[in-house]
Every structure is written in structure tokens, then in C-alpha cells.
């Protein structure tokens, strides 16, 4: 059976194709014991799939070797973000690590373990499932909090982000993040636990992963706990509200 990544691919190809020969409409066939409207939605899903995909590609594309801000200077790699271009739940960070820094990939490190078993045991799926991205691509040095200037240089493309996935719900790790996406201010366990919302998506505020490791007690595990319930129970009467 061909992998989901193989028939995107193909779909791709298949859609740039009939792109250029300027074909202006594509019928499809229901299948023996399918219905028309099942294959429409279905080619609708994969379509916008690709064209998320390739709207992050873009959007990376854009920012090239960024050095708008002094981190670029210092970092080794840019780390973008990764997993599913049209993610329900966009997972936001402060910034990398020295070993997301190595690696170019977000979330990799000791707290990047831990928080892949709050999105496979907690939330209930797959890694691969969410998106995952930060406030700033690069590094800031010593893992110190990105200062105004760094952050505003790199917000512009965090919000394209978003506005090319279109989560139905946003979940910020640690203050930093919260305060940044949400322009807010106050403690984090006043602002945790408790709805917010960026330009219409519900945003639930949680702890960051390292702090959870650094704070390894039960309550605030529990707090997590409860926190990424809150957003699953969101996006579950999201999806029961939404027109079908």
C-alpha cells in the first residue's frame, strides 16, 4: 500500500500537471459501494495537504539564511518547525535548545522526549499528528528568554505559520511563549489552565516541558495532564460543531 507521503507526492505532481495543461475542471468517479461526496471530501483533504505543505515551504523559503536578528549569528541551525502541515492542535515553544540547535528539529532534547509522551499518552495521538514549532527559530545563547528584538523579527513568520496550518487549537509550553503569541502579561499559573484565544483560535497556556522537568512533582504533572485535556475536549466539540 502506498505511504501517505507517496500519494501526496504523486497528487502534487498530478495537480501541477493539470495546472499547466490549464484544464479547468476535474470530474471524479465514485468507486464500486463509494459515494461521489466521501471521494470529494477525500480529494479535498489531500489537496489542501499539499497546498499546506507547500505553503510552509514557502514560508521557509522566505526567511533563507535569516540573520534579521543577532541569534542568527550565533545559531547553527534553524529550526523551523515539523509534522502534519494541517494539524488540528499547533503546539508553540519558547525557542531551541543546543540540541534542536544540532539538529535543526524542534522538541528533540530531554524535554522533547517528555513532550512527545504528553502528546502520544496525553493527548492520545501520534507525534507526527500535531505541528510543533517555537516564538524564534534560532538558539538564543545559554538558552537565555528571547529579547523584544528577536522575538519581533521572527513573529511574522510564526503567524504565517499558523495562518498556512489553521489549527483548531493552539497549546503555548511555558510563559515566554504564552506571553509572546498572546501579547499578555502574568504568572503562568494564572494564565495556564485557563482558555485564551489568537485571532479566533482557542489558545490553552501550559507548562514548558523543561520546567515540568525541572518541577518533576505530581502537581504539576497533574496540571499538564489537565491542561491538554482541556484542549482535546476543545478540538472534539470543535469538530462536533463544525458543518459536515
Known amino acids: ?27 471524479l468517479e465514485p468507486l464500486r459501494g463509494e459515494s461521489t461526496a466521501l471521494r470529494a471530501d477525500e480529494a479535498r483533504g489531500a489537496f489542501d495537504e ?9 514560508i521557509r523559503g522566505e526567511m533563507g539564511e535569516c540573520n534579521r536578528c543577532p541569534l542568527g549569528r550565533s545559531r547553527k541551525n534553524l529550526v523551523f518547525g ?14 531551541p535548545g543546543s540540541e534542536e540547535d544540532e539538529t535543526g528539529r524542534p522538541f528533540v532534547g530531554p524535554a522533547g522526549q517528555l513532550l512527545t509522551q504528553i502528546i502520544e499518552k496525553g493527548m492520545g495521538i501520534s507525534r507526527s499528528g500535531v505541528y510543533i514549532c517555537n ?3 534560532c538558539r538564543p545563547p545559554g538558552n537565555r528568554v528571547p529579547l523584544d528584538e528577536e522575538t519581533e523579527s521572527c513573529l511574522p513568520f510564526l503567524e504565517k505559520q499558523i495562518g498556512v496550518i489553521r489549527p483548531k487549537v493552539i497549546v503555548t509550553l511555558g510563559h515566554s511563549a504564552t506571553c509572546r503569541l498572546l501579547k499578555t ?27 515540568v522537568l525541572r518541577y518533576y512533582t505530581v502537581e504539576t504533572r497533574k496540571q499538564v495532564w489537565e491542561d491538554v485535556r482541556q484542549a482535546m475536549r476543545m478540538l472534539r466539540d470543535l469538530r462536533d460543531s463544525s458543518p459536515h
Not at 497528487?11 to 476535474?26: A, I, N, P, Y
Not at 515539523?82 to 525557542?95: K, V, Y
Request: a positive charge; glycine letters at 10%; proline letters at 5%.
Open 1 to 27: 500500500m502506498a505511504s501517505a507521503h507517496g500519494v501526496l507526492k504523486s497528487l502534487r505532481e498530478r495537480l501541477v500537471c493539470l495546472l499547466e495543461s490549464d484544464v479547468q475542471e476535474v470530474r
Open 50 to 58: 499539499v497546498a499546506s505543505e507547500d505553503g510552509l515551504v514557502k
Open 82 to 95: 515539523e509534522g502534519n502541515a494541517r494539524a488540528e492542535i499547533l503546539l508553540i515553544g519558547e525557542g
Open 135 to 137: 516564538i524564534v527559530k
Open 185 to 211: 502579561r502574568g504568572p503562568m499559573h494564572q494564565l495556564r489552565g485557563h482558555w485564551h484565544a489568537y485571532k479566533g483560535i482557542p489558545v490553552m497556556p501550559t507548562f514548558h516541558p523543561s520546567y
